[in-house]
């Protein structure tokens, strides 16, 4: 396949290791923010590859790990609800709320359907017009224009049975919050590849300059992250703190100008609570006030309340998620907790750093 | 057919006499008599089976290997293939991966009320026409039918009886350190063709089913004398939950090269895109063949000469013993990571 | 959640540019695509699609002048780099 199979020559990798280590002449520890980027190291060993001095750490870009309790339930209270469909992306389904998950509900008998994408939510709408049929549009930036959309078709075609529940959230104020953590070791970013597509990457040059440290635009393929990684230490061993773009074949300065202007239409910026994290302000997406009626938080009330148990007693998925902690630093992992029988968000979602290295590196009962 | 709660049977045929199976027809009276005697034994037409008795009696002549089915598989047809083909064929190679000839079958037919008598009729004939290439014979069997909405169309249930053909037992508990592993084609277009037929997913492919009977090339390799110390077909769980079982039953560490197994491109494309593993998917078609080193130029030599073989390869070797058993994938980049076999929650309605 | 693939644009159905879809071809999968923020696609084109939209036309002639300077790098690692889209 083109512009996949080239960026996983063996070779090429191989020589990107090789001029990593050439690059290194001190310890640096570097965060990639993007789940999607944590699946690929850990299932291609690219964290194998680079030398001791470097240490690359997880970071919080799983939209699905990051989803607040209170919208999960509300998400099951919505299945459950007679008359009603909720459509979501696979990955939810097995997210902990405070008291069962979406595959519970579905089994229960709530109506629960599994889409690809937003749009597809819209044509059950449109087929099943006595029954209302909401859309659990969770995402980073990649996933907003989508999901705008689809409430914008909707409004459109005056498609009435049709909402959504919103839990979108945005990158930047994450690097934030992990940079102003007391005791941060980030000293370099590898920023999510695809939401800089929509992006654009203007927005993260003054956290690069107010915190010091270098941002590389980063793609998802090993060739992608190893060169991604490579200008990062070349920046730090020069001192240098810069936004640059690795990705340039798929990423713009100014992102997705089409995209960008749907999203800022259908939506507006929001405090969200990040699970695993906290409250972070003017950090995730809700819907703008011309397009509230499609809010499923108006139809069936707001996603709020304690929401119970945030997680198990063992859970570190907060610390995993923050970078703080790796997989294997947790007394439950691939014991306890492992996908099938999972203790938090990370190891449930197929982009979270446990799930990634439980599948890659600890599978069965074995070691590699 | 098809709304968006109902799935569809994607059946290719126009809509026949418009006659639909009735609850009455599994109720055991006149209704089912009419219903065997028109659609069931005229395509079914096996001396025993005409004898309409409770069981078949056979005389097999020596030790034989009995396994058992169900299919569920939803789409009923999907390319390369339908339930009936589908349930024929994987009990056929179930018999064979047991190193014995298949020598009849027994069928269990659970229909909805409601499906297309032309349905059933094409899916019988499908079972027919499947079994006859085998020479394989259906010599008993048992129809219900159950209230619309509760069977998706038709479930399928098939058990099997065969002659052992392996002079030395097949056993997945058999293969020790050097054996070699062996593949008998490309992996994982069953699983692709069925997602594909599935219109939820909305992906077009030319990929169709490698549903297909294995059994000629597993006698072949009998015959022949090679040292076959175990046999497996990688149907759900795919290719890695096969490996992963017979390294725990045998207590031994299997290395897998990754570039070694054969996946063709457009399985590769469908994986990428809805974010599956090759190896995870379900193949009906294919088995794995655990072989002593010396024998394994021969026995992939002979393989080939199959056109369900044509592909074959070795893609790994028992390494080590592991009272835990393990089977470590060997990476493009030369990482080892270790293969398990998916959680089960990704493919229902598979096979 | 971040799974975007590339696809190469086979053909283009549609003229309002807000519900445009194409059928992209994923290496023998081929899929219908909604192309609303690919408003400048054109058949033949490769992009990158999420959740059944394309979300950028992949540049061809940045992805080789990209390769280049990185090859150049990483054979001398000591020369200077050709171009480097930064910001500061």
């Known amino acids: 396949m083109r512009f996949r199979d080239e960026y996983r020559d063996p070779e090429r990798v191989r020589r990107l290791a090789r001029a990593i280590a050439r690059t290194v002449t001190r310890p640096h520890v570097l965060m990639e923010v993007c789940g999607g980027q944590t699946h690929a190291i ?3 060993g690219l964290d194998r590859l680079l030398p001791a001095e470097v240490t690359l750490l997880h970071g919080p870009g799983c939209p699905v790990c990051v989803t607040p309790v209170a919208h999960v339930d509300k998400a099951i209270a919505i299945a459950r609800t007679p008359g009603a469909i909720l459509c979501s992306y696979g990955d939810m389904l097995r997210v902990p709320g405070s008291s069962g998950d979406l595959a519970g509900a579905r089994a229960r008998g709530g109506d629960v359907r599994v889409v690809y994408s937003p749009l597809d939510a819209l044509e059950i709408a449109r087929r099943e017009p006595e029954r209302e049929v909401v859309f659990f ?115 713009r300065p100014e992102g997705n100008a089409a995209a960008r202007r749907l999203v800022g239409e259908v939506f507006r910026v929001v405090s969200r609570h990040w699970r695993g994290i906290g409250d972070l302000p003017r950090s995730g997406l809700g819907l703008a006030p011309d397009y509230a009626a499609f809010d499923a938080e108006r139809r069936f009330g707001p996603a709020d309340g304690a929401g119970g148990g945030e997680a198990e007693a063992d859970c570190i998925a907060g610390l995993v998620l923050r970078g703080e902690r790796k997989p294997p630093d947790c007394p439950a992992f691939a014991t306890r907790c492992r996908p099938e029988h999972p203790l938090g968000v990370t190891m449930v979602s197929s982009e979270g750093a446990c799930a990634a290295y439980y599948r890659y590196r600890f599978a069965g009962s074995a070691e590699a | 057919m098809s709304d968006g709660s109902a799935p569809s049977w994607s059946c290719p045929l126009p809509d026949g006499d418009g006659e639909v199976v009735r609850l009455a027809d599994g109720g055991g009276g006149r209704a089912m008599q009419r219903l065997l005697a028109r659609v069931i034994r005229p395509l079914l037409d096996d001396p025993e089976l005409a004898r309409a008795h409770d069981g078949a009696v056979l005389d097999p002549g020596g030790p034989i290997a009995f396994t058992t089915d169900s299919f569920v ?63 394989l014979r259906v010599v008993t069997g048992d129809l219900k039918v159950v209230e619309r909405g509760k069977a998706d169309g038709l ?27 062996l593949v008998s084609g490309d992996v994982g277009r069953h699983g692709v063709a069925v997602l594909a037929a599935r219109e939820d997913l909305g992906f077009d492919t030319e ?115 592991d009272p835990r058993g393990r089977v470590l994938l060997e990476t493009p980049f030369g990482q080892r990571r270790p293969l398990d076999m998916p959680s089960g929650e990704q493919l229902p309605r598979i096979c | 959640m971040c799974l975007a693939v590339p696809g190469r644009v086979i053909d283009i159905a549609g003229d309002d540019p807000a519900t445009r879809t194409g059928r992209v071809d994923f290496g023998g999968i081929v ?36 390769r280049a300077w990185l090859e150049e790098l990483e054979e001398g690692e000591g020369s200077e780099p050709g171009r480097r889209d930064a910001l500061s």
């Open chain 2, 73 to 135: 598989v939803r789409p009923l047809f999907f390319p390369g293939g339908d339930i009936g083909r589908l349930a024929v064929c994987g009990t056929a190679n179930d018999l064979a991966m047991c190193g014995a000839e298949p020598l009849a079958l027994a069928l269990g037919l659970v229909l909805e009320e409601g499906l297309p008598t032309a349905v059933l009729r094409r899916i019988v004939e499908s079972i027919r026409e499947t079994a006859r290439d085998l020479g």
């Open chain 2, 207 to 321: 990929v169709a089913s490698d549903c297909a009977p294995v059994v000629a090339p597993v006698l072949a390799l009998l015959d022949a004398g090679v040292a076959v110390r175990c046999l497996r077909d990688p149907t759900r769980g795919g290719t890695a939950a096969a490996l992963v079982e017979i390294a725990e039953t045998a207590g031994v560490v299997i290395r897998v090269e990754e570039a070694a197994v054969p996946v063709r491109e457009e399985v590769r494309a469908a994986c990428e895109l809805l974010g599956f593993d090759p190896l995870h998917l379900p193949c009906e078609g294919r088995f794995l063949a655990f072989v002593a080193e010396p024998d394994a130029a021969r026995a992939l030599a002979i393989l080939r000469r199959f056109p369900v073989g044509r592909g074959a390869a070795v893609i790994g070797r028992v390494e080590g013993r």
């Open chain 3, 31 to 66: 899929k219908e695509i909604h192309l609303a923020f690919v408003p400048e696609v054109r058949p033949g084109d490769h992009v990158l699609v999420h959740v059944g939209f394309a979300i950028t036309v992949i540049d061809e002639a940045e992805a080789r002048r990209v």
């Open chain 1, 137 to 251: 549009a969770v995402g980073f930036e990649t996933t907003a224009p989508a999901n705008a959309m689809a409430v914008w078709r909707a409004r459109r075609e005056g498609i009435r049975n049709f909402s959504m529940l919103v839990s979108q959230v945005l990158v930047p104020p994450a690097l934030e919050a992990i940079l102003s953590t007391p005791g941060n070791r980030v000293e370099g970013f590898l920023a999510a590849g695809h939401v800089c597509t929509i992006m654009g990457y203007r927005e993260y040059a003054p956290l690069a300059a107010r915190w010091k440290v270098p941002i590389v635009v980063t793609g998802f393929e090993p060739v992608d992250i190893l060169e991604g990684v490579w200008m990062c230490l070349r920046q730090l061993e020069e001192g240098r703190a810069e936004v640059e773009n690795q990705y340039a074949r798929s990423v």
């Open chain 2, 155 to 181: 479930y399928v249930t098939t058990t099997g009886i065969g002659r052992i053909r392996a002079a030395t037992r097949i056993d997945p508990a058999a293969p020790v350190p050097g054996d070699l592993v």
């Open chain 1, 42 to 44: 850990v299932r291609f």
